[in-house]
């Protein structure tokens, strides 16, 4: 499987969360790799791109918007 990726539109709205971290941004496209696993690409509201996976967005695995 090549990779693929999936523009959102419009932008979802999250709060991503980690074990001593949490921040709000935007879900900007979703990855998915060759392997099958999907990532998301969240820009934070200083414009920078993050990769998460689904439960650090609070949804499970495999959601799409």
């Given amino acids: 499987m090549n990779p693929s ?3 959102v539109f419009p932008p979802v709205r999250l ?3 980690g074990n001593d971290y949490a ?3 935007w879900l900007a496209s979703v990855v998915i790799k060759r392997s099958g696993a999907i990532r998301y690409v969240i820009e934070d ?3 920078r791109l993050f990769i998460h996976d689904a439960g650090q ?6 959601w799409l918007p």
């Fill in 15 to 17: 709060t991503v969360t």
């Fill in 23 to 25: 921040y709000e941004g």
């Fill in 45 to 47: 509201d200083n414009g």
């Fill in 5 to 7: 990726v999936l523009q």
């Fill in 57 to 62: 967005i609070g949804h499970e695995e495999g």
